[in-house]
Each structure stands twice: as structure tokens, then as C-alpha cells.
């Protein structure tokens, strides 16, 4: 069975920057890309973005310009850059691969 973990979530300063990374058990980034995505309590999850197994990369609207996702050259650690954190309330992020879904890191934007 495939894991997923994240990491890197905290607590950030409003305006702050953050970067959470994902890496998986086995090398599935290179097949399927990987999705970001996030929860607030009491709300539906959403997706954040995506980058693709050509490294293409896709976001939400909310995400273009203040968020980006990259990965290393190996495709072991796939990365999202959060920067102005501000507008965010506290969430799990997820990432998401192959179907394959980490257990969550969880990001405060508080001062």
C-alpha cells in the first residue's frame, strides 16, 4: 500500500510564508502528478492546485499568484509554496496522489 505524508504545516503570521512538502512511499509522483488540497472545520474540501506528470501546473483562482507547487528533480518531493498568507482561517492541507491521500498537515495564519 502506497503512503502519502505531508509535512511542514505550523503556525504563520498573517502575510507570512509557508512550505509544505509531500513525499510517498514509492515513486508515484512521476506517474500521476500530484494535487494539493485543504479543509477548513466545517467546510467541504478544495482543491488548491495540481501539477501533472509533465510538470505542468494548475491552480484555483484563489491560489494563482500567491501559491506554487514544484517538485524535486527526482519527483520524491513535491512542494507548495504559500506565500501572503493572510485571507487563509486554519485548514488541513492534503495532498493527493494516484488516489493515494496523506493523513493532512495543519496550517494557522494567526498573529
Known amino acids: 500500500q502506497v503512503h502519502v505524508v505531508e509535512s511542514g504545516g505550523g503556525l504563520v503570521q498573517p502575510g507570512g510564508s509557508l512550505t509544505l512538502s509531500c513525499v510517498a512511499s514509492?515513486?508515484?509522483?512521476?506517474?500521476?502528478?500530484l494535487g494539493w488540497h485543504r479543509q477548513a472545520p466545517g467546510k467541504e474540501r478544495e482543491w488548491i492546485g495540481t501539477?501533472?506528470?509533465?510538470?505542468?501546473?494548475f491552480y484555483m483562482n484563489f491560489a494563482t499568484g500567491r501559491f506554487s507547487i514544484s517538485r524535486d528533480n527526482d519527483w520524491k518531493t513535491v512542494y507548495l509554496q504559500m506565500n501572503n498568507l493572510e485571507r487563509e482561517g486554519p485548514a488541513v492541507y492534503y495532498c493527493?496522489?494516484?488516489?493515494?491521500w496523506g493523513r493532512g498537515t495543519q496550517v494557522t495564519v494567526s498573529s
Open positions: 501539477i501533472d506528470s509533465k510538470g505542468t501546473t
Open positions: 514509492e515513486n508515484i509522483f512521476r506517474l500521476y502528478g
Open positions: 493527493m496522489s494516484g488516489g493515494c
